[in-house]
C-alpha cells in the first residue's frame, strides 16, 4: 500500500517518547519531561517585535524561495562575523528549520548505496534521512574513552570507495561533545584527496561552556569547498517554533538545485520567521542568547555532579549543547527498557540511548528550571535505588 521508501522510516524516539510523557500527564499522572530538546526561556523580544512590524506591515506574501535579500545577507555578515568564513548570497538557502536544510542535502546528494558516515552517538534524525534517500549509514562508534568523538583513524577505517558524505555535529546532540580547531584539523588530513562531502551541524554553535567553538569550514580551503554547514536559531534564540534554518556552501550549483527542489516542497520559509530572523543574525539578541548560556552551563554543573553520584550511573560531561548523556550499563543494558520503565513508574521521561545508536545510556535535557531538574534527578535516583536493591 505505502512506499518502500516511507516503510523503511523510523519514527523519530524523541518525539515518541516526549508524546507518550504528554498523554501520561493528560491522563492525570504526574510527569517531568526531559526528552525534548527546547529551550525553556522565550524568544528574545527584539525578535518578537520584529515579527510584530512584518506582520502590522503586511510582509505576508510569498519571497523568494531561497529568502529575502536582507535576510541571506544577514546570514552572510554573520558567518563572516561569528566563524570568518566568506560566503555570497547565492551559496546560502534558507529552509524550513535545520530538518529541511538536512532533507534537501541528502536529496540533492545521495544515490541509491552511497555511503554516509554518522559518528554514534547521533541525533536521531541523520541516518533515517540516508536510509530514506536510498543511502546506506555507517556508523563509527564512539565512547567516553574519545570524549564521544571520532579520531582519524577511525575516519580512516570507515571510508570505502562508496563513501559519499561524513556528517558531523559540534556540539553535539546527544552528548554534548565539541570537536576542537585541532580534532577538526586531523580529520581534515584524513579527507584530503578525497571526493566525500562534510555536512557540518552547528546548530548548538552558541552554547559551548568550555573552549571555543570552531567552524568545520574555516579549518583549511579544502575543507571550505567540501563543506556544507548547517545551522539555524532554535536552540541559540530559543526559537524551535519559529522554523528557520539555513546551510551554506561554496557550491553554487548545489544551492540551485535545492533551491528547484525546495520550490516543489514548501517555497520560501514564513516570511514573517524571515524579517525576525535578521536581528538575531546580526547580533542584536546577543546579551539574550549569553543569558541564556549562562544559564544552561549551571544546570550543566549541577546535573554533572549529582548523575556522577548516584551508584550505578555515570556521565561524561557535556562541552556544548543542553543535554547530558547518562550511562546506565552497570545497573540495566536496554535503554528503551530503562527509559520506558522510569516513565511508567516515576513518571520521569528521557530519551533511550538505542535511539541515538548506542545502548546502555539515556539523554537527559537540562533545558528547563532548576527546580524541575531537581526534582527528576530525585526521581531518578529512587528508581536506581529500587533497581540496585
Not at 84 to 91: N, W
Not at 356 to 377: L, N, P
Amino acid at each position: 500500500m505505502f512506499s518502500k521508501r516511507i516503510e523503511k522510516l523510523s519514527p523519530s524516539l524523541t518525539i515518541a517518547i516526549s508524546q507518550k510523557a504528554r498523554d501520561l500527564k493528560a491522563s492525570g499522572r504526574d510527569v517531568l519531561a526531559f526528552s525534548a530538546g527546547e529551550p525553556d526561556f522565550d524568544t528574545p523580544e527584539i525578535i518578537k517585535e520584529e515579527a510584530i512590524k512584518a506582520i502590522n506591515e503586511g510582509f505576508t506574501k510569498y519571497t523568494a524561495v531561497a529568502g529575502i535579500p536582507e535576510l541571506l545577507e544577514a546570514i552572510k555578515i554573520k558567518l563572516k562575523r561569528d566563524n570568518g568564513l566568506d560566503y555570497s548570497t547565492d551559496e546560502i538557502i534558507v529552509s524550513n528549520g535545520a530538518k529541511q536544510s538536512l532533507y534537501n542535502i541528502m536529496a540533492c546528494l545521495i544515490e541509491k548505496d552511497d555511503e554516509v558516515i554518522i559518528p554514534a552517538p547521533y541525533w536521531v534524525t541523520y541516518p533515517e534521512l540516508v536510509k530514506y534517500h536510498d543511502g546506506v549509514p555507517v556508523s563509527i562508534h564512539t565512547t567516553e574513552e574519545t570524549n564521544f568523538k571520532i579520531t582519524p583513524e577511525m575516519l580512516k577505517n570507515t571510508i570505502t570507495p562508496k563513501t559519499k558524505m561524513l556528517i558531523l555535529t559540534s556540539p553535539s546532540n546527544p552528548t554534548g561533545a565539541v570537536y576542537s580547531k585541532e580534532e577538526l584539523s586531523a580529520l581534515a588530513e584524513v579527507l584530503k584527496n578525497t571526493d566525500i562531502w562534510v555536512v557540518s551541524d552547528e546548530m548548538y554553535e552558541k552554547l559551548i561552556y568550555e573552549g571555543e567553538f570552531c567552524a568545520t569550514a574555516s579549518i583549511n580551503e579544502d575543507m571550505l569547498q567540501r563543506t556544507i554547514t548547517v545551522n539555524g536559531l532554535s536552540k541559540s534564540h530559543a526559537m524551535t517554533g519559529w522554523r528557520f534554518g539555513y546551510l551554506a556552501t561554496k557550491n553554487k550549483d548545489l544551492v540551485k538545485a535545492m533551491t528547484k527542489l525546495q520550490s516543489q516542497m514548501t517555497s520560501n520559509i514564513n516570511s514573517i520567521t524571515q524579517k525576525a530572523a535578521i536581528p538575531a543574525l546580526l547580533g542584536k539578541a546577543d546579551n539574550d542568547v549569553e543569558m541564556m548560556r549562562k544559564e544552561f552551563k549551571k544546570r550543566r554543573d549541577f546535573v554533572y555532579e549529582q548523575f556522577n553520584k548516584i551508584p550505578g550511573l555515570s556521565a561524561a560531561k557535556p562541552q556544548g549543547a543542553f543535554y547530558i548523556y547518562v550511562n546506565h550499563k552497570e545497573i540495566m543494558e536496554e535503554s528503551m527498557a530503562f527509559a520506558l520503565t522510569l516513565l511508567e513508574e516515576k513518571g520521569v521521561a528521557v530519551v533511550p540511548g538505542i535511539g541515538f545508536g548506542s545502548e546502555g545510556y539515556f539523554r537527559f535535557s537540562f533545558a528547563t528550571d532548576i527546580d524541575t531538574i531537581k526534582a527528576g534527578i530525585e526521581r531518578i535516583t529512587e528508581f536506581v535505588k529500587g533497581l540496585n536493591d
